[in-house]
């Protein structure tokens, strides 16, 4: 006889019987084992669960993140276990390595880690048409996923189960913000480049107008040479203005030297009596001053006291003569 050894501490009733292990119950078996091991021991018996696929799933028989093993029944789908485990097909079948298109075994054993949900929160101007156009997953899906009644009454901010990866939607969400990011910085360029562009043809108008100027100038510079080069003298005097006014001149304004009669708008100087004796600059005869246009007549003289000083006649005008002042200029004759 075959003989088995047991503990002598142990009575003879402690010994297993085949007869006393419960029977597996044929339709469906959920045994947790935890995931990962180290947070969660491994039980010691199998957890019985009823599985009915128009009931809702008792809450309080799992916990999220532990392993169960499913026994798919008649009339389950990857969508339903994904609602009713509060998870996404596209972990079931990865898990147990099918493809989330597959039509499920009556029988077959699932491995499902509950509440492994993926979420997406719905942003201003979203439709639900486009987020399941963006992410790949199917309208009929996500509507069936998340109970929604009518697709168009999603709202912002509004939290949708999603029938994908996280990864997935990780990776469509950086690759957006990516063309985003590269589409601002196309647009910055753009108008980086027009702004340039502008800036280009106000520095080349602006040039153009210095150049223009320039050669204005010059030009004037020449006309200038010309016009003072039938001159035979030139002098520095000193160049003051006045006016038709009884506090400058006497009792009779308008009348100067030589009984010459004067009146405004007429281009008259007078001169002090050393340039009439030294150098001839006597009545009638033609200078131009410098810095002034046309040529002056010598109508007038000034006081003796006076040397190497003219005077020009500006009408009656007492704010252009204080606005010319006294100055030094060249006078040729």
Same mark, same amino acid.
């Given at each position: 006889?075959?003989?088995?050894?047991?503990?002598?501490?142990?009575?003879?009733?402690?010994?297993?019987?085949?007869?006393?292990?419960? /029977?597996?119950?044929?339709?469906?078996?959920?045994?947790?084992?935890?995931?990962?091991?180290?947070?969660?021991?491994?039980?010691?018996?199998?957890?019985?669960?009823?599985?009915? /696929?128009?009931? &809702?799933?008792?809450?309080?028989?799992?916990?999220?993140?532990?392993?169960?093993?499913?026994?798919?029944?008649?009339?389950?789908?990857?969508?339903?276990?994904? /609602?009713?485990?509060?998870? +996404?097909?596209?972990?079931?079948?990865?898990?147990?390595?099918?493809?989330? %298109?597959?039509?499920?075994?009556?029988?077959?054993?699932?491995?499902?880690?509950?509440? @492994?949900?993926?979420?997406?929160?719905?942003?201003?101007? @979203?439709?639900?048409?486009?987020?399941?156009?963006?992410?790949?997953?199917?309208?009929?899906?996500?509507?069936?996923?998340? %109970?929604?009644?009518?697709?168009?009454?999603?709202?912002?901010?509004? /939290?949708?189960?999603?029938?994908?990866?996280?990864?997935?939607?990780?990776?469509?969400?950086?690759?957006?913000?990516?063309?985003?990011?590269?589409?601002?910085?196309?647009?910055?360029?753009?108008?980086?480049?027009?702004?340039?562009?502008?800036?280009?043809?106000?520095? %080349?108008?602006?040039?153009?107008?210095?150049?223009?100027?320039?050669?204005?100038?010059?030009?004037?510079?020449?006309?200038?040479?010309?016009?003072?080069?039938?001159?035979?003298?030139?002098?520095?005097?000193?160049?003051?203005?006045?006016?038709?006014?009884?506090?400058?001149?006497?009792? +009779?304004?308008?009348?100067?030297?030589?009984?010459?009669?004067?009146? &405004?708008?007429?281009?008259?100087?007078?001169?002090?009596?050393?340039?009439?004796?030294?150098?001839?600059?006597?009545?009638?005869?033609?200078?131009?001053?410098?810095?002034?246009?046309?040529?002056?007549?010598?109508?007038?003289?000034?006081?003796?006291?006076?040397?190497?000083?003219?005077?020009?006649?500006?009408?009656?005008?007492?704010?252009?003569?204080?606005?010319?002042?006294?100055?030094?200029?060249?006078?040729?004759?």
């Amino acid at each position: 006889p075959l003989v088995i050894p047991r503990d002598h501490d142990a009575p003879p009733s402690a010994s297993p019987s085949f007869a006393d292990k419960p /029977k597996e119950p044929p339709h469906a078996t959920v045994t947790p084992t935890l995931h990962p091991p180290q947070e969660h021991p491994t039980p010691q018996s199998p957890l019985l669960i009823s599985h009915d /696929k128009n009931q &809702p799933l008792d809450e309080s028989l799992f916990e999220e993140g532990v392993l169960i093993t499913h026994r798919v029944a008649p009339g389950e789908s990857l969508l339903g276990l994904a /609602k009713k485990y509060r998870t +996404t097909a596209y972990l079931i079948a990865k898990r147990n390595l099918i493809k989330e %298109d597959c039509r499920l075994v009556v029988g077959q054993v699932l491995e499902i880690i509950p509440g @492994e949900e993926v979420t997406y929160c719905v942003k201003r101007g @979203e439709s639900l048409s486009q987020i399941a156009r963006r992410f790949g997953a199917s309208l009929q899906d996500l509507i069936a996923l998340n %109970d929604i009644k009518d697709s168009q009454t999603i709202r912002v901010g509004q /939290k949708l189960l999603m029938p994908v990866s996280q990864k997935q939607i990780d990776t469509i969400l950086r690759e957006i913000e990516e063309e985003k990011q590269e589409m601002r910085w196309r647009k910055k360029a753009k108008y980086q480049k027009q702004f340039l562009t502008r800036l280009k043809i106000e520095q %080349d108008s602006r040039a153009k107008k210095r150049q223009e100027a320039r050669r204005l100038k010059k030009a004037k510079k020449r006309l200038k040479y010309v016009a003072v080069s039938k001159f035979q003298h030139k002098i520095r005097v000193v160049a003051t203005a006045y006016t038709s006014h009884r506090s400058q001149t006497d009792r +009779t304004p308008f009348l100067a030297a030589w009984n010459n009669h004067i009146r &405004p708008g007429m281009r008259i100087i007078a001169v002090s009596p050393d340039l009439i004796r030294k150098y001839g600059l006597t009545n009638g005869i033609r200078v131009k001053i410098g810095g002034l246009r046309g040529t002056y007549v010598i109508r007038d003289k000034m006081n003796k006291r006076l040397r190497n000083h003219i005077d020009i006649y500006m009408g009656t005008n007492r704010r252009r003569a204080l606005r010319w002042g006294r100055r030094r200029v060249v006078m040729y004759w």
